[in-house]
């Protein structure tokens, strides 16, 4: 250490520094200060850039990315409580995994059925036969059933979410050319729903035959089981019957019901034994009001085979949604009217959860943003109108698992005004605004002290 350097320590301690004029507390103050400053910055850049990356993620993430899950296990555990505006459109990969819904989204440049994750991730269906082919999603979301391929060569298959398999039913076809080959015996035909029994393993497809050498067997036939696992069992008309039947789902795993379409006050419903093919018991619901509701979607039976629903969807919008006991002494009687929150969109198979009835509705900028929705008044999800929902299913066991709520759910729940569906938009703007502005004055702050 120099001499001169030395001395000057010594006279700073003793106090006898005259150069030294700095107060050594207004030092530490100023010092602390800055620091301070330069630490709620550097908090404040961080906030920035995490909200800004996670709202770009929200707004850009493409539609064949997973988000983490609501669940795990081989059946959809939840259903998204929000369906958001899609920013790239892409294809149902082969093995997505367990779906919690379809939606059909029909518009002025739009048309078609999108698969909903549980979190609320969309994709387009493939291969879809035509648009007003009803898809149909088993009880846990764990096997679609649809028509698949060009109208002239489409045939039925079931497709395996979790792991891509596809069961081909060729005996099966669109009608809408005279079949060309020996198996094509049965047509199903667009606007018409199918059923999946309650454990998941077989769809109740509603079909007639065509084949000019059809055998009486097969022109009674009201619908064919389609098994998981590639079976077929065909579901007669009953003998005791002398009209043509139309299918309402299964009251338990082994047995379905059918409508029978004659006229008449009073409205029979079979229940038939898949495999034995013999009429189990007859349900006659008294006064049926409307004898032109009598079609393919004349009812739906709940999970539990006790309740028969009808009037949804009611395309003539004047017949009303009552339930009908199906079982126990008040079988054939029927509850008060149903009233949903919003009018129920015409031709759109109702869902079930274990304990209650979900009605599908529109979404879009002329009816509002519910999309399902229960009798008591409750919304289960709501769509952007921007997505044009005219319909949408959803797997039982996702309605019971409760609403997956994500980012959107959590700040919003239901809410429908238009910031509520361009929030993240708005967010995204505020936070890039909000980031260059820290930039510029992270920049002017820097230079400021450089010329002083």
């Keep these: 250490m120099s001499t001169r350097l030395h001395d000057a ?39 920035v850039v995490l909200v800004a990356a996670l709202l770009g993620w929200q707004v850009a993430a493409p539609a064949g990315l997973r988000l983490q899950p609501a669940g795990t296990g081989a059946a959809a555990q939840s ?26 989204r029909s518009g002025e440049d739009l048309s078609g059925w999108w698969g909903v994750s549980p979190e609320g991730r969309m994709w387009r269906l493939r291969g879809l036969a035509a648009a007003d082919y009803v898809p149909a999603l088993s009880p846990d979301g764990s096997h679609l059933g649809l028509m698949a391929g060009s109208m002239e060569e489409a045939s039925y298959e079931i497709r395996d979410l979790a792991d891509g398999s596809v069961v081909e039913f060729s005996s099966i076809h669109t009608g809408l050319e005279v079949p060309t080959g020996d198996d094509e015996r049965f047509y199903h035909s667009g606007q018409a729903p199918s059923w999946w029994s309650p454990d998941s393993s077989r769809v109740l497809v509603n079909v007639e035959a065509w084949a000019d050498d059809a055998t009486p067997q097969e022109r009674r036939t009201s619908a064919l089981a389609l098994g998981t696992d590639g079976s077929v069992a065909p579901v007669l008309t009953p003998p005791e019957t002398r ?101 129920p969109t015409s031709v759109c198979p109702p869902s079930w959860s274990s ?30 109108p921007r997505l044009e929902v005219s319909c949408s299913t959803w797997a039982r066991s996702a309605l019971d698992g409760g609403a997956h709520r994500g980012l959107g759910g959590l700040l919003l729940g239901t809410a429908d005004g238009w910031l509520a569906w361009h929030w993240r938009e708005v967010a995204l703007g505020v936070g890039a605004a909000a980031g260059w502005l820290v930039t510029l004055l992270l920049v002017v702050r820097r230079r400021r002290r450089e010329a002083g």
């Design 79 to 104: 259903h998204p409580q929000r369906l958001e505006h899609l920013w790239w459109d892409r294809e149902l990969p082969d093995a997505p995994g367990p779906l919690a819904g379809l939606v059909e």
């Design 243 to 343: 009209s043509s039947t139309m299918p309402l789902g299964w009251v338990d795993d082994d047995s379905v019901a059918l409508v029978d379409l004659s006229r008449g006050p009073d409205v029979q419903v079979l229940v038939v034994g898949v495999d034995t093919g013999r009429l189990e018991r007859t349900v006659v619901l008294r006064d049926v009001r409307g004898s032109a509701s009598r079609s393919q979607w004349f009812g739906s039976t709940s999970p539990d085979g006790t309740l028969l629903v009808t009037g949804v969807p009611s395309s003539a919008g004047d017949l009303p949604v009552r339930l009908w006991a199906l079982t126990g002494p008040d079988a054939g009687r029927r509850t008060a009217p149903l009233q949903p929150l919003v009018d």
């Design 355 to 384: 304990d209650a009835l979900h009605i599908a509705s529109a979404a879009s900028p002329w009816t509002g943003s519910v999309a399902l929705s229960r009798p008591d008044g409750a919304v289960d999800v709501v769509a952007d």
């Design 9 to 47: 320590l010594d006279d700073l301690v003793v106090d006898r520094a005259p150069a030294v004029h700095r107060d050594a507390a207004a030092a530490w103050a100023e010092g602390a200060r800055r620091r301070r400053t330069r630490r709620r910055q550097a908090v404040a850049g961080a906030v």
